[in-house]
């Protein structure tokens, strides 16, 4: 029997551990990670200090720290960020909706998904995809789709598409403000100034009522065009 590498996720706190305790448990213990619980810093650029080589996420409990802010923490981290309410059903973290859009960051997305699903088979993965209009945008979400499901099919994974008649901004949307409980996989968008915020954030920040993992943008697996 093949033992699974430890990581570990860092649940993030304002006065006390018990602000993020409930929901780190929970997703630790489905995908068998390890918990660390750290207050936030004082200074924000601070919390890239807790980060070690084994932290594969941290969490955010929005209901102790603004949004805006757990943003401003999800660029500094470099890792998948999980942010949730109380309010959030724990057993959301069962249920993987992807949805596929047509930046190239949502190659991304696939391979996380694929790496959660390694640490529990159990874990019930959804693609939903969007209906795009522009020839070029279709094409593009079309290769992340054919990218996402090369992912998950070679290495074995169960998973369900669904495709959806509305664009990737719409079907995101309506995925977030839905009551299901279910864990939502978002890309973290480039960012060009530190007080912008890009608008698949603001369209969680308005319609989320479900845990979202939001996956960091790696700069060394893209080229630059200038």
Not at 20 to 28: G, K, L, P, Q, Y
Not at 100 to 120: D, I, Q, S
Not at 175 to 202: A, D, H, K, N
Request: with cysteine; charged share 30%; hydrophobic share 40%.
């Amino acid at each position: 029997m093949q033992l699974m590498s430890v990581y570990e996720i860092i649940a993030f706190y304002k006065e006390s551990g018990e602000e993020s305790r409930r929901h780190a448990e929970i997703f630790a213990g489905f995908f068998g990670f390890d918990v660390r619980y750290e207050k936030y810093p004082e200074k924000e650029a601070q919390i890239f200090d807790f980060i070690k080589e084994d932290t594969v996420a941290c969490l955010f409990n929005r209901d102790f720290v603004n949004v805006r802010k757990c943003f401003r923490y999800a660029y500094l981290v470099q890792r998948p960020v999980l942010i949730f309410s109380n309010s959030c059903a724990p057993e959301a973290y069962r249920y993987l909706k992807l949805p596929v859009g047509y930046a190239l960051e949502n190659k991304e997305k696939a391979v996380w998904a694929n790496f959660f699903r390694r640490r529990n088979a159990l874990l019930d993965i959804e693609l939903l995809i969007p209906r795009e209009k522009d020839a070029l945008i279709v094409e593009m979400v079309d290769n992340n789709v054919y990218f996402t499901e090369k992912i998950l099919t070679e290495s074995g994974a169960v998973y369900k598409k669904r495709e959806v008649g509305q664009s990737y901004e719409k079907l995101l949307k309506s995925t977030l403000r839905e009551q299901e409980s279910s864990l939502i996989l978002m890309s973290l968008p480039l960012r060009v100034f530190p007080v912008f915020i890009p608008y698949p954030l603001r369209i969680y920040r308005r319609y989320a009522h479900t845990p979202v993992l939001f996956i960091p943008r790696d700069d060394r697996l893209y080229i630059p065009c200038h």
